[in-house]
């Protein structure tokens, strides 16, 4: 095998071995360390193949939005109606999110970051293919606001920075449904918690974001 080939190789297992601790663990849970001995290498290796943890992150990332680019495209309907089509692909995007926590914790680990100092972060290359993974996955988002438009049933000015909103919103409902407790104030000065049933957050969202549409004239 080619030195090219065997450092490809070496990568691969590396993100792999990236996902996996994420999956079972959580993203703040998983150490370079850990990752190492999962491959059977030493740490200073994965710094050969990334230029720092946010790097990997972000690598990794790239995984999750390609396997949920194919979730998308598999729960859309184009000749569906346009609404039944935006509702159907949000609650398709947070049963993944609700599937798959680490994705959501890895997503929101970068987005906290300034982009500026991503990019001091991360490489080019790699900033590239997060870019086009994310695109990708908004693309379904961009096409059916389209059609919403050209039905009329939508009033969207830009449909990517809607697309882009959605994104980042679902991320934080996420965020409730993975705590599973709401706050509210039951007596005066008294705050009381209240179990959060996934479903009606669902709807919730859904209705929200056919409501958002509807209405973001310019």
Same mark, same amino acid.
């Given at each position: 095998?080619?030195?090219?080939?065997?450092?490809?190789?070496?990568?691969?297992?590396?993100?792999?071995?990236?996902? !996996?601790?994420? *999956?079972?663990?959580?993203?703040?849970?998983?150490? +370079?360390?850990?990752?190492?001995?999962?491959?059977?290498?030493?740490?200073? +290796?994965?710094?050969?193949?990334?230029?720092?943890?946010?790097?990997?992150?972000?690598?990794?990332?790239?995984?999750?939005?390609?396997?949920?680019?194919? !979730?998308?495209?598999?729960? *859309?309907?184009?000749?569906? *109606?346009?609404?039944?089509?935006?509702?159907?692909? !949000?609650?398709?995007?947070?049963?993944?999110?609700?599937?798959?926590?680490?994705? @959501?914790?890895?997503?929101?680990?970068?987005?906290?970051?300034?982009?500026?100092?991503?990019?001091?972060?991360?490489?080019?290359?790699?900033? +590239?293919?997060?870019?086009?993974?994310? !695109?990708?996955?908004?693309?379904?988002? @961009?096409? +059916?606001?389209?059609?919403?438009?050209?039905?009329?049933?939508?009033?969207?000015? *830009?449909?990517?920075?809607?697309?882009?909103?959605?994104?980042?919103?679902?991320?934080?409902?996420?965020?409730?449904?993975?705590?599973?407790?709401? @706050?509210?104030?039951?007596?005066?000065?008294?705050?009381?918690?209240?179990?959060?049933?996934?479903?009606?957050?669902?709807?919730?969202?859904?209705?929200?974001?056919?409501?958002?549409?509807?209405?973001?004239?310019?």
């Amino acid at each position: 095998m080619a030195v090219s080939e065997r450092r490809a190789e070496r990568k691969r297992r590396i993100l792999e071995a990236t996902r !996996t601790l994420f *999956d079972e663990r959580g993203v703040r849970d998983a150490q +370079i360390e850990d990752i190492a001995r999962a491959v059977g290498i030493n740490r200073a +290796i994965i710094y050969r193949h990334f230029s720092g943890k946010e790097e990997l992150f972000a690598e990794t990332l790239v995984g999750y939005l390609h396997e949920l680019d194919r !979730t998308l495209a598999a729960a *859309d309907d184009p000749t569906a *109606d346009p609404e039944r089509r935006l509702q159907d692909i !949000t609650g398709t995007f947070l049963d993944f999110g609700a599937r798959l926590p680490a994705f @959501v914790d890895c997503a929101q680990a970068l987005l906290r970051r300034r982009g500026e100092e991503l990019m001091e972060e991360v490489s080019q290359r790699v900033m +590239i293919d997060l870019g086009l993974a994310m !695109t990708s996955c908004l693309h379904h988002v @961009v096409e +059916i606001l389209d059609a919403g438009v050209a039905t009329q049933q939508f009033s969207v000015r *830009d449909p990517n920075l809607l697309a882009n909103i959605f994104y980042t919103q679902a991320l934080g409902v996420l965020n409730l449904a993975t705590l599973q407790l709401s @706050v509210r104030e039951e007596n005066p000065g008294l705050p009381a918690v209240d179990s959060v049933p996934f479903d009606e957050v669902k709807q919730l969202i859904a209705t929200a974001a056919v409501a958002m549409a509807r209405g973001t004239s310019g």
